[in-house]
């Protein structure tokens, strides 16, 4: 273990090229003048050259570690050197990192030091990137060393790992972003330009009260309760049909409350739109019974919040059916012998035992509305939020950087207080009910009194999903939406044809490029995500480290703020060294990561919170390690929450549009900013085909994950009948 | 023993995703980053129709004109892109104002329309025109017809009270164009005159959209009937098949200046200058027709299209870029929109 980090560390020192290479993986660069040229040196050459001498206390840093290879692990002594060893060092290169740029020193006060550098240093490579890692694990080896978290190598390396990266990629992006509050017109800091904003009236006004206007503070906040509540509740109801009762076709119904995350952006709206809309066929139909002029009433708050509810209630159902599912029903059984009534049973041990589950998604339902960029944009009328106000703040006529950071902090306040309140309602009560003991009991079917509503929802809800998809699926065949509905092939045919020409098959079609880019980006982001995710999740509930709170709420920090917010925040962070990746693949990697992972991490949660600990303590007892044990006994206990994240980030990434606007590049062109491109230049045709396409393979995705990952057999009898 | 390997293991793949990789300073030679802020089409036509005349690869990525400023300023200690085409002038000409683009006087000019150089002229030659196109409205005629409204001419026809709900406008804070409206107003009418009107034309508008061209296409789905918009949306609604008119305003009306700039710090400046001399070429603009572009193109050779709206025929005021597109005037102007006009009630 130690052995391994102190020979990555040097590999990566005196072996790797210290800064960027463009196309590292083909390893062209090992002919191109490496190991002497400057470009594609490693540090230690750079450093024996003379040149970028401040990279020598490095080789230092990293020799230390040599000196406690003989030594005990508990030497005190060993502890010590590594921790002063790995902290100097990955300080050190932070540090120079920051401190020195493309135009030498970055700060004034630097210069006026040190004087002017004559060198300068690009982004940092696989080189920087190794040896970093080492002096971080170096660090976390040595705390455990000294008894941190048990001595438990493992976890201390994983909150290390998880807090390096969350910090990287959240916070030092965000941090830069929201600094913008503070600068004024005139590029100085000021804290009355920031008063002056954060008290504008068309944030914080109370017009609608008295008839007018509200300001896009109280809109959002409204708009996302609302839809945090309503998609909890749709999501809980779907839950139950599916665990609850004698219902029939599970498995299509299941389907179902899937489509909705598996819609690109944008088409929902328009659906919404030829159905409510002022020429909508509803709308029209019902004012022709009604003999009423057609209104616009779909747009502003009804039409967001239908099209919200049905986009985020699948999200709320994937978090809710693990939990619904993981009630023991040994607890439900116990409460029956008892001679508790099937809606006694129901309203005092199922519900209370979901309550993690219930939060959790309100949580992300509340989060998203906040975010949700698209559907205000489209239905969103004369009813301003927050996140489209940011958008706008930073593309529209006003460039108001600072405006749109003030906008941020209120969205940020907002969805910390959520959080927050999310945390006081569930308190400090048990919501364990899988143990390792026998638990062979079936589910109760639902009380009567709530089963007939339950399903009445379920049934209303899932016909208008039907009719929306329905619309969707024709606007695909038509020649022109709404204006002339002659059927046809040939958005189908621009986008995907193909051709067999010389050299074999070629993708002529127009979507092609971004289609594989998609495709590649989604497949890469799906299992880093969970893997992030489910670690962190395991970290929080089930180690106990100084900073735990700070730490749950930083890793939720970067989904509850708008994609725009972070593309932008990203494009300032990281396309200037010590970090250099904008125009990468990578960059649209990483931000899926991160915007996603707080899914992984709230359905981690909300699954783990059910386990008993007994589990990890016989198998620590029977002499595995921390590790074994997450590998081998939390993990497959885990498998809806880990289907959850990685069918969520692998659809968000081929549907997200926000983030992706900034990020996407000449060659790394997304799906999703094709599909806006075609909306703008009213090609709803093709927008449309191409959307259907994705939905279609994102459904063959989520049905190949689903095999891939297989269901957690928790030993119970299969319940009505063939079970589910 | 897995234990053992696969915790390094995991921490790499924790880590491999953490520090930086990638994206390095070098690049090969023969290469442009081209920002374009035009429609998809004619960015890709413009991007392959360079490549064609001059060998040298286009990288092209297209966003809106506020989407493009906004990374061109965020990119500015270093800059990805070489040259920025399209998109209406504001934008070009606010990049120039925070010296985000770098002067050049192209050979071209002598090709070029008035209009196009005093673009140029008044940014300190960090920006030119390649197109302009004036602003208007289109109706949609079905609607119009249902309603029984009469057929809106002048702008003052959309101040009348039966459109009350019916005319939809972008919000100027948010869109470029509607700011050309507000700016053009004030030009056409004096500032009391254009801020009495656009108080009037307020308690028509049934939204103020997020982005320029959104009314028009809300006009062609049937959501209004009416849409405040540059005239070439408008025709290109029509061409796609939407039942919509278009309308140049009997007062007369502003325009804009699609512009182009070449980015300061430039990776590949000597693509960026062959890039700007070309794109002003009368072979490069007329790609324009292939694309369904109904802007008047700056190069006095180029092509006109059948449906393109005549700017000859089209009372055009002498709108002043200079003093309109400065950050100062657009935020006081901005300012006293928001005071007085949108807090009115409707």
């Known amino acids: ?724 | 023993m897995t234990g053992r390997l696969a915790t390094p293991v995991m921490q790499t793949a924790v880590l491999a995703l953490g520090t930086a990789l990638a994206g390095s300073a070098a690049e090969a030679a023969g290469r442009l980053n081209f920002y374009c802020s035009a429609q998809e089409e004619w960015c890709q036509i413009m991007a392959r129709g360079f490549e064609e005349a001059t060998g040298i690869d286009v990288d092209m990525t297209r966003k809106s004109s506020g989407e493009t400023f906004a990374q061109v300023k965020a990119e500015a200690s270093n800059p990805k892109g070489d040259i920025w085409w399209g998109g209406t002038g504001d934008p070009h000409l606010q990049a120039a104002e925070e010296d985000l683009t770098e002067p050049y006087i192209s050979p071209m000019r002598a090709e070029l329309h008035p209009w196009a150089i005093a673009q140029a002229e008044s940014a300190g030659d960090r920006t030119i025109g390649i197109y302009s196109g004036a602003l208007g409205f289109g109706y949609n005629a079905d609607l119009i017809k249902a309603d029984n409204l009469p057929e809106p001419k002048c702008w003052e026809d959309l101040t009348r009270p039966e459109f009350k709900g019916h005319v939809q406008i972008a919000n100027p804070n948010s869109s470029g164009t509607a700011y050309t409206t507000l700016a053009t107003m004030v030009q056409l009418f004096g500032e009391d005159g254009g801020f009495d009107y656009m108080k009037r034309l307020h308690a028509n508008i049934n939204q103020y959209t997020k982005s320029g061209s959104a009314p028009i296409k809300a006009a062609g789905q049937g959501e209004t009937a009416v849409g405040i918009v540059f005239m070439h949306d408008a025709v290109a609604q029509t061409v796609a098949g939407f039942p919509i008119v278009t309308v140049a305003p009997c007062e007369g009306t502003g325009y804009e200046i699609g512009s182009m700039s070449i980015i300061k710090g430039a990776r590949n400046l000597d693509e960026a200058k062959a890039f700007y001399d070309w794109a002003l070429s009368a072979e490069a603009q007329n790609l324009a027709l292939e694309v369904n572009a109904f802007q008047v193109m700056s190069n006095v050779a180029a092509k006109k299209s059948d449906f393109a709206p005549d700017l000859s025929a089209i009372k055009l005021i002498d709108y002043d870029f200079k003093k309109y597109g400065s950050s100062d005037e657009r935020k006081r102007l901005l300012a006293k929109w928001d005071n007085d006009v949108s807090t009115l009630p409707q």
């Open chain 1, 1 to 724: 273990m130690l052995i391994f980090w102190i020979i990555a560390g040097w590999v990566g020192l005196a072996l790797l090229p210290w800064y960027g290479v463009e196309d590292f993986l083909t390893f062209s660069w090992l002919a191109e003048g490496w190991p002497l040229d400057p470009d594609l040196a490693p540090a230690a050459v750079l450093v024996a050259k003379g040149e970028k001498l401040w990279l020598a206390p490095l080789l230092l840093a990293l020799a230390a570690p040599l000196m406690v290879l003989g030594r005990a692990k508990s030497d005190p002594v060993h502890a010590r050197i590594l921790i002063a060893a790995g902290g100097f060092g990955f300080a050190w290169l932070v540090a120079q990192g920051l401190g020195i740029g493309l135009r030498g020193f970055t700060a004034p006060w630097l210069e006026a030091l040190f004087g002017p550098l004559g060198e300068r240093q690009f982004g940092m490579g696989y080189g920087a990137l190794l040896t970093a890692s080492a002096f971080l694990f170096l660090f976390t080896q040595g705390i455990a060393a000294r008894g941190a978290v048990g001595g438990d190598v493992f976890v201390a390396g994983a909150i290390g790992g998880v807090i390096a990266v969350v910090a990287i990629f959240v916070f030092f992006p965000i941090a830069r972003m929201l600094m913008a509050a503070f600068v004024s017109d005139e590029g100085r800091l000021s804290i009355g330009v920031f008063a002056a904003k954060v008290t504008d009236g068309r944030i914080w006004g109370l017009g609608c009260l008295s008839g007018g206007r509200c300001g896009a503070a109280w809109n959002s906040l409204g708009l996302a309760v609302l839809v945090g509540v309503l998609t909890t509740a749709l999501g809980l109801a779907f839950a139950l049909v599916l665990t609850r009762s004698g219902f029939r076709h599970k498995r299509s119904l299941r389907a179902l409350t899937v489509l909705p995350i598996i819609t690109p952006p944008f088409v929902i709206g328009l659906a919404i739109i030829l159905l409510f809309g002022l020429s909508g066929a509803v709308t029209t139909g019902v004012a022709d019974i009604l003999g009423i002029r057609p209104t616009r009433w779909v747009y502003g708050l009804p039409g967001v919040l239908i099209a919200q509810v049905l986009a985020f209630t699948p999200i709320a159902f994937l978090v809710l059916i693990g939990v619904v599912e993981g009630v023991s029903p040994s607890m439900e059984e116990a409460a029956q012998t008892l001679r508790a009534s099937r809606w006694q049973t129901f309203r005092t041990v199922s519900l209370p035992l979901m309550r993690p589950g219930l939060a959790n998604a309100f949580l992300l339902g509340f989060i998203e509305s906040m975010a949700d960029f698209g559907n205000p944009l489209v239905l969103g009328g004369n009813f301003d939020v927050l996140s489209t106000e940011i958008f706008f703040a930073i593309v529209g006529a006003q460039y108001d950087q600072s405006r749109a950071a003030i906008l941020a902090m209120v969205l940020l306040g907002f969805t910390l207080g959520a959080f927050y309140l999310q945390r006081f309602w569930l308190g400090r009560k048990s919501y364990t009910t899988v143990t390792g003991k026998g638990d062979a009991g079936v589910h109760p079917a639902m009380p009567k009194g709530l089963a007939v509503p339950v399903h009445v929802v379920v049934a209303l809800w899932s016909a208008f999903t039907l009719v929306i998809y329905g619309m969707i699926l024709y606007g695909s065949v038509v020649r022109l939406w709404g204006v002339d509905n002659s059927l046809t092939l040939k958005h189908y045919v621009t986008a995907f044809s193909l051709a067999w020409g010389e050299g074999g098959l070629r993708w002529t079609g127009s979507a092609w490029d971004s289609f594989w880019t998609t495709m590649l980006i989604a497949s890469a982001a799906a299992p880093l995500t969970a893997a992030i995710g489910l670690i962190t999740a395991y970290l929080l509930t089930r180690q106990d480290f100084a900073g735990k709170k700070s730490f749950e709420f930083g890793t939720m920090l970067s989904f509850a703020i708008p994609g725009t917010v972070i593309g932008v925040a990203y494009i300032m962070a990281f396309n200037v060294p010590p970090i250099e990746i904008t125009g990468t693949g990578l960059i649209l990697v990483i931000s899926f990561i991160f915007r996603n992972m707080p899914v992984g991490v709230r359905a981690g949660i909300a699954s783990m919170s059910q386990l008993d600990r007994s589990l990890d303590e016989s198998s620590l007892t029977l002499g595995a390690n921390s590790w074994q044990t997450f590998r081998a006994v939390i993990l497959p206990l885990l498998r809806p929450a880990i289907l959850a994240a990685l069918v969520y980030s692998f659809v968000r990434a081929m549907t997200a549009i926000s983030a992706v606007i900034f990020l996407v590049s000449a060659r790394y062109d997304m799906a999703t900013s094709y599909i806006i491109g075609r909306v703008e230049n009213n090609d709803y045709g093709l927008a449309i085909a191409y959307s259907t396409a994705l939905i279609f393979v994102m459904l063959a995705a989520v049905g190949l994950l689903q095999l891939l990952v297989g269901r957690t057999r928790i030993g119970r009898r299969t319940s009505f009948g063939q079970g589910h």
